[in-house]
């Protein structure tokens, strides 16, 4: 039974370590970084770690959004020596916001190999912030230069195009509530409910144009929330 059991773990571990390869261009070192990276707390439960934390990729992601945060800034630093800090930091902003981070987790295929116990429909932003932990898990287990190239190479260089960023107006809310205005249709934004205590919180904000549900969608951020059904709105009435 337990030869049985530990092969099954292994075969697991190989499947995974040649799906994220294919994602990071090497192979991981230490596959259980990149296990606990890929644990969305909703699969936790009360389950603890030998220090007493919740298994889950949390604290993989503080550390991702950080790494992720300071090799993008470097970048656009370099990028664009004549532009202010204004500029700058609102570049930053549209390429790690969680609306970017989200899609772009789902085009590298890392959406489908987190473990989630929670409707994913309802809980876009895991994608994102498992993408943020995929960093911190690259930090840990082969150090700050490999997180850069994957970061650069395999994600800013593949998958963002930096002049479309510069363009693009990335604030939801406001395009669909101007579209509403000038198209004299009702555009309403609705908070659902709220569930959870702290930073646990989450606001499940409903958009409604002339009455119609246009999108609902949860969040730790009320204003994060706000924009993710706005932009899934926006998308629906081809805005």
């Given at each position: 039974m337990f030869k049985r059991l530990f092969s099954k773990t292994s075969a697991n571990e190989k499947i995974l370590r040649e799906k994220l390869k294919k994602i990071l261009g090497f192979s991981p070192n230490d596959i259980s970084i990149y296990q606990s990276a890929l644990k969305h707390i909703s699969t936790a439960g009360k389950r603890e770690s030998q220090k007493g934390?919740?298994?889950s990729n949390e604290r993989l992601e503080f550390l991702g959004d950080a790494i992720l945060g300071s090799i993008i800034a470097d970048h656009l630093f370099k990028l664009f020596p004549d532009k202010d800090e204004g500029f700058l930091s609102k570049m930053r902003s549209r390429?790690?916001?969680r609306n970017s981070l989200n899609q772009l987790s789902t085009t590298i295929g890392l959406s489908?190999?987190?473990?989630v116990s929670v409707r994913r429909e309802e809980s876009v932003d895991i994608y994102g912030n498992a993408l943020e932990a995929l960093?911190?898990?690259v930090y840990l287990d082969r150090g700050f230069v490999k997180s850069?190239?994957?970061i650069l190479k395999n994600l800013v260089d593949k998958h963002i195009d930096i002049n479309e960023v510069v363009t693009t107006e990335d604030n939801y809310k406001s395009r669909i509530i101007e579209w509403g205005q000038k198209n004299k249709r009702q555009v309403l934004f609705e908070l659902v409910r709220e569930e959870g205590q702290?930073?646990?919180k989450l606001f499940y904000i409903r958009v409604k144009v002339d009455n119609q549900v246009m999108a609902e969608t949860m969040n730790r951020s009320k204003k994060k929330a706000e924009q993710l059904a706005a932009e899934i709105a926006s998308f629906k009435?081809?805005?």
């Open positions: 934390q919740r298994d390429i790690v916001s489908e190999l987190v473990e960093v911190g898990a850069r190239d994957f702290g930073l646990d009435l081809e805005i």
